[in-house]
């Protein structure tokens, strides 16, 4: 009688369904066994359970459906200005900021981001004149960093701008102001 009430729960385990567990325990206890017949009968009962669950958590996956919703836009970078002094777009991609009568030399570092996670890398530096009040940027599809150093003639940085996230797309959008 044991084996047939082990033979039903295997039966229904392996058919992927799901036996009652304590009416199996219950019909165990109620046939008139030995104490250690009983209690090898509930282990053998027991062991096929956790069998049962451990088939039950190892479920083969679904095939991943393709979504219907669409999908989040990638991260985008906001076009950023740090510094102590008013920089602005001139015409085309050229960007234009006031006459500094302490400036000598202007230094201009434009570096890229190839990568949306990855750190700025140089891409050109220069020198111009302290008399500049404009450059061309090479604006494209990569967010460029600028800085724009002005010196004195001591070479102390006496005015300064830091542009982040210019490109073609964000050039004409209204850009951030940080304070230093």
Do not use: F
């Amino acid at each position: 009688m044991v084996e047939s009430i082990l033979t039903e729960a295997r039966a229904l385990v392996a058919a992927g369904g799901d036996p009652d567990w304590k009416e199996l325990r219950d019909r165990l206890r109620a046939l008139e066994l030995s104490r250690d017949e009983r209690r090898r009968a509930l282990q053998q009962l027991e062991r096929l359970g956790a069998v049962h669950r451990a088939r039950r958590g190892r479920r083969p996956a679904q095939p991943v459906q393709p979504q219907s919703a669409p999908r989040r836009p990638p991260l985008r970078t906001r076009a950023t200005v740090t510094g102590n002094m008013d920089v602005r777009r001139g015409d085309g991609d050229t960007l234009e900021w006031r006459l500094e009568p302490g400036v000598v030399a202007w230094e201009l570092r434009i570096s890229e981001r190839p990568d949306p996670r990855g750190d700025y890398e140089l891409r050109e530096s220069g020198e111009l004149p302290g008399e500049a009040i404009a450059v061309e940027l090479p604006l494209g599809d990569v967010p460029l960093r600028v800085h724009l150093l002005g010196r004195n003639r001591s070479g102390r940085l006496v005015r300064r701008a830091i542009l982040s996230g210019l490109t073609r797309e964000t050039w004409a959008e209204r850009w951030q102001r940080r304070g230093t």
